[in-house]
Each structure stands twice: as structure tokens, then as C-alpha cells.
């Protein structure tokens, strides 16, 4: 007999960490923080909008994933990331151009407190592509290792 899992409700706050702070990082940022307000839906969101079919078609059975799932609320959502830029994230949307100003106008205050920590970066591998926010190398890293590293991570992921 298959014994049941009961899974937990999600407590507390939930940290999402995005790698850079760019178009993509900040428009999912975005709109989470418009959903929060009313300004939007979510749209697009699974776990949100999506729903599950459970047994047969003819059963219809069929709730919304975030009722099913017990998820964390999008209010218990706490956001950061890694950028070399030093923009935080409503400066870095801005600049981005994916979404009008008086939405981003509208989430200004909620976006500002969102600061990107210093990134892991080697411009030997991202020729075009310059910032400030750095994590230093360890000195017990040579760039030699770095590059042994690149070289044997591409052959294994291919």
C-alpha cells in the first residue's frame, strides 16, 4: 500500500535570487511586485494562474496549482541578485526599456530596495561587456585554473 506524503504549507518569506539584474530579472521582479499592488495579473504564472487535472478527464477534477500545492503567497516573496552593475533594480529596469516608465514609476519604491550584491565575473570570457560590482578572485585561483575549469565544464555539459 502507497503511504501518503502530506506536504507542509510554506512559512515564512521565500528569497529569490537571480543571476544578474537584467531584462528578464527585472521585469519577473516587476511583476511580481504589480501583481501585489493590483496594477496586474499574473499572467503567465503557473504556479498562479495554472491548473492540475487529477484522475480521469471525465472526473472533472481540476484545481489551480496554488490551491493544491500549498506555495508560498507572492507577498512572503523577497528578491535579490548578482549584477556587475551597480544599478539597483528600478535603475536597471529603466534602462532595460522592456516596460513603461509609469508602471515602473509605479513600483519605483519596491524596486529601489532591490540592490544587486558583487558578481562572480572573468572578462576573459565576456569580451563586450564591462561593470564595477565584482567579486574579487581568490589568490589561490590563478586565471590558468579558471580557464581549466571553463574548458572541462564544456566538455562535460557539452
Known amino acids: 500500500m502507497k503511504k501518503c506524503i502530506e506536504i507542509q504549507p510554506a512559512n515564512g518569506k521565500l528569497g529569490v535570487l537571480t543571476p544578474g539584474m537584467g531584462a528578464v530579472a527585472t521585469t519577473f521582479v516587476a511583476g511580481v511586485y504589480a501583481v501585489r499592488k493590483g496594477l496586474g495579473k499574473p499572467i503567465g504564472s503557473l504556479t498562479q494562474m495554472g491548473t492540475i487535472r487529477l484522475g480521469k478527464r471525465t472526473d472533472m477534477r481540476i484545481p489551480m496549482i496554488r490551491d493544491f500545492v500549498p506555495l508560498s503567497e507572492l507577498e512572503n516573496l523577497v528578491f535579490g ?32 530596495n532591490v540592490k544587486p550584491m558583487p558578481a562572480v565575473f572573468d572578462q576573459s570570457y565576456v569580451k563586450r561587456l564591462t561593470g564595477t560590482l565584482k567579486k574579487a578572485r581568490p589568490k589561490w585561483i590563478s586565471p590558468i585554473s579558471f580557464a581549466k575549469i571553463y574548458r572541462i565544464s564544456k566538455r562535460i555539459t557539452g
Not at 81 to 99: K, N
Open 81 to 112: 541578485g548578482w549584477d556587475i552593475f551597480e544599478d539597483d533594480m528600478y535603475a536597471a529596469a529603466v534602462s532595460a526599456g522592456v516596460l513603461d516608465r509609469q508602471t515602473l514609476d509605479d513600483l519605483k519604491t519596491e524596486l529601489e
